[in-house]
T-cell receptor, first 112, second 110 residues
Framework: DAGVIQSPRHEVTEMGQEVTLRCKPISGHNSLFWYRQTMMRGLELLIYFNNNVPIDDSGMPEDRFSAKMPNASFSTLKIQPSEPRDSAVYFC??????????FGAGTRLSVL | AQRVTQPEKLLSVFKGAPVELKCNYS??????LFWYVQYSRQRLQLLLR??SRESIKGFTADLNKGETSFHLKKPFAQEEDSAMYYC????????????FGRGTSLIVHP
């Protein structure tokens, strides 16, 4: 397995634009997590899916952020409209029940 | 509420020196504790977990319930240990959602 796959690896956009980050979890994993990593706040959990259903989205900062998991092999994190303070590295991770998380390589987002 | 505190944002040592990355947690119960590592330009990966009681790449971590700590230690640091280290806590039972500390950047100088 190629592991958790995220795309794009880098995204540069202008303030106000819509940004969509994509994640393909490891096949067979039933939990998927979106994290945001910044120097100031470290690694923050944004949202967690189990069996494609959002379980905990309390970490989603604002209504500008939304996440979907239409099937077991794909998830998106969307920011609309984007703002400079959204600049960060966004990680996706997946896991099987009660097992450790496997992280993707991350998407480095820069909002100008 | 569960919380993980890594008091040092940056730890700088010379090669061969001992290393201790501090992690304190707040949780009423017996959580699972982990250390994750992120090497430059690589993805975050599990380094070790307390229930395994193993040594990985020379690193060990002992869970001290009295002090609610899970410090990561290595007797002789190597340059390749330079990385970002995250301590994480997961509650026992139920859903498996770790809480991460803010991370400590370890720099090992030659």
């Amino acid at each position: 397995d190629a592991g958790v796959i995220q795309s794009p690896r880098h995204e540069v956009t202008e303030m106000g634009q819509e940004v969509t980050l994509r994640c393909k979890p490891i096949s067979g994993h039933n939990s998927l997590f979106w994290y945001r990593q910044t120097m100031m706040r470290g690694l923050e959990l944004l949202i967690y899916f189990n069996n494609n259903v959002p379980i905990d989205d309390s970490g989603m900062p604002e209504d500008r952020f939304s996440a979907k998991m239409p099937n077991a092999s794909f998830s998106t994190l969307k920011i609309q409209p984007s703002e400079p303070r959204d600049s960060a590295v966004y990680f996706c991770a997946s896991s099987a029940d009660r097992e450790i998380q496997y992280f993707g390589a991350g998407t480095r987002l820069s909002v100008l | 509420a569960q919380r993980v505190t890594q008091p040092e944002k940056l730890l700088s040592v010379f090669k061969g020196a001992p290393v201790e990355l501090k992690c304190n947690y707040s949780y009423s119960g017996s959580p699972e504790l982990f250390w994750y590592v992120q090497y430059s330009r690589q993805r975050l990966q599990l380094l070790l977990r307390h229930i395994s009681r193993e040594s990985i790449k020379g690193f060990t971590a002992d869970l001290n319930k009295g002090e609610t700590s899970f410090h990561l230690k290595k007797p002789f640091a190597q340059e390749e240990d330079s990385a970002m280290y995250y301590c994480a806590l997961a509650p026992p039972g139920g859903s498996y959602i770790p809480t991460f500390g803010r991370g400590t950047s370890l720099i090992v100088h030659p």
